[in-house]
């Protein structure tokens, strides 16, 4: 080989090598131009996925929110209805709406958990949350309870409460801040994505400038623009279908409220149509029992009348018998009253075996001979904190349901003892000692219908004019309102059992009073309580009737009166007046009540007794009427008496007090 060959093959080897060197460095160059765009590509890609996580994520947040504020709303329309028609069944609604709400509320927590900040304000909202179920839960307790108004009072004072508005308030700061976070991030990862598609350009464009790798590198490059256009369309679907979902919500959302606000006026239809049929049972129920007491009234005054005329004998029981009458008609608005109002109770220790023997006479005259009455008493000696009368008048409206469901002929037998009831054994009682008083009779039963509803205001089984409907439920409120329960055993064909349920009292039991004016039908009892001196009295009363037999009832008492039809007309009386004693005023006049008339005359009553005379329970405030005393109409001779002496005597010792 010649010198000459030598030096161009060394030539070649040296070409040839710096070619290999060459391809070695740009191979080397195109890895790393691969390895550059593979990295790009996988951030481009992370990114990608992040910025679709927390889009989704994003909207999790805004639908889970959303529900919550649902459920609320779903829960408060519930309760709403609840506290309208007192239906059970609207208030199982209403219990699983807001459980619901909290299930949501929990699952929100849960998506938020990663944010600090959000999970700050997830606490506030569960504050908020709770308080707000508190507010819904005790107007939810009155209506279970019965206490319709004051179940509509709290209602209408919760709806627009600071804890419902703080709910709102951060349900809507929840969305807001996750709408903003979501709109930074996907800022942040936009411009992350442009970088990278710019850098990519660039590597591309050196890495063709590669001719070992020019083609790899550019494959390469087309690649990653493919998929990172395949990422792009993704994208862009999942905003699709996300926009998709939120206007199916949207949808939905839009025929709930549409089938709520139909459902809504179904329900006030319906309400309308039992509130009218209820007060057409009432009304023929009252009817009916105050066209038998004025029968008797009526009746008994037209014979005593003719006997007077004849000179008969039997004027006397006549007047007797009208005067039953007109107490019954007296014990049945009273009852009205107390049922329409709410009437607080008077209670004291009473021994429930005593009080039962007392009554032996009365349930006889009441439930008739064709009915058998038989007593049994445990021997326990336990005494109840109840209202005498209250539970009187219950233990009578059971027996004369008890007569009725046997239609006049069987057996009726009431039974007293004591029992220890563990925690929530019969209704909702707390475990302690309860007397229990058990009334059972071998009439016809109950049917499982007709016992879901038993308690029910104005539902009765008997025919439209025979009965209101009032008696069983004044019972179960009476039985509540005195920390018991009830329960009633029965099955049709086989009798009916009802056992009353009241906590035992630690205390001795009161003697019982005497009454003027009894709940039923007695026989007639002369009382005489003359005064102890003659008084001057000044009588104010709007109605003319009333105010003469008033006035006259006072005379026949020994007393001297003067009259006074109109309360602003009372001053002037007064100064008429040589002397004093006594004031007897209508609580409810024309310009001006009774207490507002007492408390205008300020000085000018110094050492003058004060009775107030009312129809009508609880309309007034007790506080409004100054510790003095009230007598209820209709009243007797004998109680008008009683309160006179009991007014005067009241005054004395005030006098007494304040002169030491």
């Not at 979501?182 to 598609?197: E, K, P, Q, W």
């Not at 209202?387 to 239609?407: F, G, I, K, S, T």
């Not at 039923?520 to 001057?536: G, K, M, Y």
């Not at 007797?636 to 005054?651: G, I, K, N, Q, Y």
Request: negative net charge.
């Amino acid at each position: 080989m010649s010198e000459g060959q030598g030096i161009a093959l060394e030539q070649v080897r040296r070409v040839t090598n710096w070619r290999i060197l060459v391809l070695g460095l740009l191979a080397l160059l195109g890895l790393g131009v691969l390895v550059a765009i593979i990295i790009l590509q996988q951030r481009t890609d992370q990114e990608r996925d992040r910025a679709v996580a927390l889009q989704q994520h994003t909207y999790e947040v805004v639908i889970r929110a959303n529900q919550l504020s649902g459920e609320i709303s779903a829960a408060e329309a519930a309760l709403g209805r609840y506290v309208v028609s007192a239906d059970r069944t609207l208030g199982q609604q209403y219990s699983a709406h807001w459980a619901r709400a909290n299930e949501q509320l929990i699952r929100l927590q849960q998506l938020t958990r990663d944010s600090a900040r959000q999970q700050a304000q997830i606490a506030q909202l569960r504050r908020a949350f709770d308080a707000r179920g508190n507010e819904l839960s005790e107007t939810a307790l009155y209506s279970t309870y019965k206490r319709h108004n004051d179940a509509w009072g709290s209602y209408y004072r919760v709806r627009q409460s600071p804890a419902r508005q703080a709910v709102e308030t951060l349900l809507t700061r929840i969305v807001d801040s996750e709408r903003v976070l979501l709109r930074d991030r996907t800022r942040a990862a936009g411009d992350l994505i442009d970088n990278s598609s710019f850098a990519s350009r660039i590597l591309t464009a050196f890495g063709m400038m590669i001719v070992v790798g020019a083609v790899l590198l550019g494959w390469l490059a087309i690649a990653a623009e493919g998929e990172r256009a395949a990422a792009d369309a993704e994208a862009t679907a999942q905003r699709e279908r996300a926009a998709e979902l939120q206007l199916a919500v949207d949808t939905a959302t839009a025929e709930l409220r549409a089938e709520a606000h139909e459902r809504a006026q179904a329900e006030a239809k319906l309400r309308q149509v039992q509130k009218m049929e209820a007060v057409g049972q009432l009304t023929g129920g009252i009817a009916h029992d105050f066209n038998n007491m004025l029968a008797v009234v009526l009746g008994g005054l037209e014979l005593a009348k003719r006997h007077l005329h004849t000179g008969g004998p039997d004027a006397q029981q006549h007047i007797e018998n009208a005067m039953e009458g007109a107490n019954r008609a007296a014990a049945l608005t009273r009852r009205l009253l107390a049922f329409s109002r709410s009437e607080p109770l008077l209670p004291e220790p009473v021994e429930a075996g005593g009080l039962i023997a007392g009554m032996s006479d009365l349930l006889d005259r009441t439930l008739g001979d064709t009915i058998k009455v038989k007593t049994q008493d445990a021997g326990t000696g336990w005494t109840v904190w109840v209202d005498r009368h209250q539970l009187e008048n219950a233990l009578l409206n059971l027996a004369v349901n008890a007569r009725d469901a046997m239609e006049g002929r069987g057996t009726l037998t009431i039974t007293t003892g004591g029992k220890t009831l563990v925690e929530n054994e019969i209704g909702e009682c707390p475990a302690g000692d309860y007397v229990m008083i058990t009334v059972a009779d071998t009439g016809c039963g109950m049917t499982p219908e007709v016992l879901d509803r038993v308690f029910e205001p104005f539902f009765t089984t008997k025919p439209v004019g025979k009965g209101t409907g009032l008696g069983l439920s004044q019972i179960f409120g009476f039985v509540r309102q005195s920390g018991g329960e009830i329960a009633i055993d029965t099955k049709p064909g086989s009798g009916t059992s009802v056992m009353v349920y009241l906590p035992r009292h630690i205390g001795e039991a009161a003697t019982a009073a005497a009454t003027v004016e009894a709940p039923v039908p007695q026989a007639p009892v002369a009382e005489e309580s003359a005064p102890i001196r003659s008084l001057d009295i000044l009588v104010v009363e709007d109605d003319p009737r009333v105010l003469g037999a008033t006035v006259g009832a006072l005379q026949e008492l020994g007393h001297r009166v003067t009259s006074c039809t109109d309360p602003l007309a009372a001053p002037a009386a007064i100064a008429g007046m040589a002397t004093l004693d006594l004031i007897i005023s209508d609580v409810l006049m024309p310009g001006q009540t009774g207490p507002e008339m007492i408390a205008g005359l300020g000085d000018r009553l110094e050492g003058v007794a004060v009775l107030f005379v009312t129809g009508f329970a609880g309309e007034a405030e007790a506080d409004m009427f100054g510790g003095r005393g009230v007598l209820r109409k209709p009243f007797t001779m004998a109680s008008l008496a009683r309160a006179v002496s009991e007014a005067v005597d009241f005054e004395a010792r005030r006098a007494a007090q304040q002169a030491a």
